[in-house]
Nanobody
Framework: QVQLVESGGGLVQAGESLRLSCVAS????????VGWYRQAPGKERDFVAG????????DYATSVKGRFTISRDNAKNTVYLQMNSLEIEDTAVYYC?????????????????WGEGTLVTVSS
């Protein structure tokens, strides 16, 4: 059982930046692809970004491409989400999740472990 803990959320103004971190409790975390998801009030949980086990391959939702960067440091059991040029529409609870082997990181049903989320609020 891998436990994931997100941090780094907060209240920022539009145009500012935040960096989210997702720390895992287990060294096996380095074997998992990881996805960041977000859920705004009254909406479904949506894929934001994904990274493979080594960090060599990444993918982004269209809405964040060019503004967000996902990366990982397996020595620290940590995945990051650097968020720049934040927009009001980015307001949501952000979750990290580890994908089941062979599953896509962009599908919530394919994720084996979830963190409890960190709230990002972007104001005008």
């Amino acid at each position: 059982q891998v436990q994931l803990v997100e941090s780094g959320g907060g209240l920022v103004q539009a145009g500012e930046s935040l960096r989210l971190s997702c720390v895992a409790s287990d060294n096996t975390f380095s074997m998992y692809a990881v996805g960041w998801y977000r859920q705004a009030p009254g909406k479904e949980r949506d894929f934001v970004a994904g990274v493979n086990w080594s960090g060599s391959n990444t993918d982004y939702a269209t809405s964040v491409k060019g503004r967000f960067t996902i990366s990982r440091d397996n020595a620290k059991n940590t995945v990051y989400l650097q968020m720049n040029s934040l927009e009001i529409e980015d307001t949501a609870v952000y979750y990290c999740a580890a994908a089941r082997p062979g599953s896509s990181w962009s599908q919530p049903d394919g994720m084996a472990y979830w963190g409890e989320g960190t709230l990002v609020t972007v104001s005008s």
